[in-house]
């Protein structure tokens, strides 16, 4: 009967504060149901509700069963065997040992499989890239052998140009002596 008032006191402790804390406009659900039992406990007929009683006798019970079950799993505690548990922990830390150094075997394969994977695609990239540089350096010849070529023809003409006024000088400087004559 002490542990249920210094429960309820703390109850009501706890509801003050929340109360204070909480704006008055706005009650919490949890402050609504302490004030709802504070008051149908004290509505003056001094009798409590059935369903109220079952509750308290249902907690009740529930301790008790929790309680017994810490007292009998403490009982059992004491009569098992620590050598075998002892071996039996030694045995399921050997099993996750063998497992880690299994996963950290896989790691490392797969460490390598990445490596390889990724030189081979730098490889492809740094071929990819030469590709694309030696690309670049033929259209540049190819533009420039065009360009040369263009020269060439105009070479060609220039020099075909440069024969035909060849002889129209000479043609020109004997007309002259002819006419000097």
């Known amino acids: 009967m002490s542990s249920l008032y210094s ?3 703390d109850l009501s ?10 704006p008055p406009s706005s009650p919490s659900p949890s402050t609504k149901s302490f004030r709802h039992d504070r008051t149908s406990r004290s509505d003056g007929s001094g009798v409590e509700g059935s369903s109220e009683r079952l509750s308290r006798t249902s907690s009740y019970t529930r301790r008790e069963n929790r309680l017994a079950s810490l007292n009998k799993t403490d009982d059992d505690s004491t009569s098992k065997d620590y050598k075998k ?10 099993k996750l ?3 880690l150094e299994d996963s950290k075997q896989e790691l490392a394969k797969i460490r390598s499989q990445l490596d390889r994977v990724t030189q081979k695609q730098d490889r492809i990239s740094e071929r990819s890239s030469v590709f694309e540089s030696e690309k670049k350096e033929k259209q540049a010849l190819e533009k420039r052998v065009s360009d040369m070529e263009e020269e060439l023809k105009v070479l060609a003409e220039l020099k075909s140009d440069n024969q035909r006024l060849k002889d129209e000088n000479g043609a020109l400087i004997r007309v002259i002596s002819k006419l000097s004559k």
Do not use: F, G, I, V
């Open 97 to 99: 040992k063998t497992r």
């Open 13 to 22: 402790s706890r509801t003050r504060k929340s109360l204070s804390d909480s």
């Open 85 to 94: 548990l002892y071996e039996d922990a030694l045995a399921e830390n050997e």
């Open 7 to 9: 429960r309820n006191k």
